[in-house]
């Protein structure tokens, strides 16, 4: 029962023993086809919608292209608002590309989680001046993992607290606790109402009130967030702060990291 569920939620449903009773045995047969042709399906889908989305790019580009040599000859709002358009869509297929791309394993290497974290920071306060701080215990944080992915995971999360929590102060805390580590993203932003806290890692899923041009996102992030996280065995979630705001944790059992990391 338990792997079926797991068809049903992850897809990776554990191949059951095709042992004992014949009529068992046959059942056991059964069930894993099944659950490999699902799981066939699902990687051809994937394949499909990158090839597809990769594909529309090089059009894109040739329309992008002529569109910006008519604007020297006229200038035209119209002609402005089509490169604007021709502009969206190729970051929507960007984005698109990047959550089909989420579902490929990266190799875990040795990373030490805190000069990441540091770069990471600084590269945000490059963006937004005096708005971040990075919190973390004394002692250093060596693991073994894909450190691109935590990247990528990470940066969709900050991007998050910058964009939606207007110019308040943003903290990025690293801790670690019965062998998880915990990495957060807390801002003072309106928050996300409990009800939704899940819902908000749907693909295209957007709150109402941040559906404005202003802060302007194609609601993948938290999808691909959630997608590298499932690769690599990582939960995110998302916690209302008492205070307003949200935090964005991301949890990285420790089980493959090195032996001096504490
Ligand atoms: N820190 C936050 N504070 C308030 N709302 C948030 C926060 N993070 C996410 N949300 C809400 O969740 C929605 C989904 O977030 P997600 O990162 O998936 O997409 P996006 O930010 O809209 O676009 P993209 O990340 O693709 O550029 C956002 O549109 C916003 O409504
Ligand atoms: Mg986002």
Redesign the pocket.
């Given at each position: 029962a338990e792997a079926a569920r797991r068809i049903g939620g992850d897809g990776q449903a554990p191949q059951l023993p095709e042992t004992g009773d014949a009529e068992l045995a046959n059942l056991a047969h059964v069930f894993n086809e099944t659950s490999r042709q699902l799981q066939s399906r699902r990687e051809n889908q994937a394949t499909l919608l990158a090839g597809v989305s990769h594909d529309l790019r090089s059009p894109l580009a040739r329309m992008k292209m002529a569109i910006g040599m008519l604007a020297e000859e006229f200038s035209s709002p119209l002609l402005d608002r089509i490169e604007h358009d021709i502009t969206e869509m190729d970051k929507l297929i960007g984005?698109q590309l990047e959550l089909a791309r989420a579902q490929e394993r990266e190799m875990a290497e040795n990373t030490d989680v805190d000069a990441l974290l540091v770069d990471m920071v600084e590269a945000a306060e490059a963006q937004a001046p005096g708005r971040l701080k990075l919190h973390s215990s004394h002692t250093s944080c060596l693991a073994t993992l894909a450190p691109i992915s935590l990247r990528r995971c990470i940066g969709?999360l900050l991007?998050?607290?910058l964009?939606?929590?207007s110019d308040s102060k943003i903290q990025v805390v690293r801790r670690q606790f019965k062998g998880i580590i915990f990495i957060g993203v807390r801002?003072h932003?309106?928050?996300?109402p409990t009800h939704l806290a899940e819902v908000?890692f749907r693909p295209f899923?957007?709150?109402e009130?941040?559906r404005n041009r202003t802060t302007g996102?194609?609601?993948?992030?938290?999808?691909i967030a959630r997608q590298l996280a499932e690769t690599h065995g990582w939960k995110v979630a998302?916690k209302s702060r008492s205070g307003g705001g949200?935090s964005?944790w991301l949890l990285i059992p420790e089980i493959d990291s090195a032996p001096n990391s504490r």
């Open positions: 984005s969709n991007d998050n607290a964009r939606y929590s801002d932003g309106p928050g996300i908000v899923y957007r709150i009130s941040s996102g194609s609601g993948l992030g938290l999808a998302l949200v964005a």
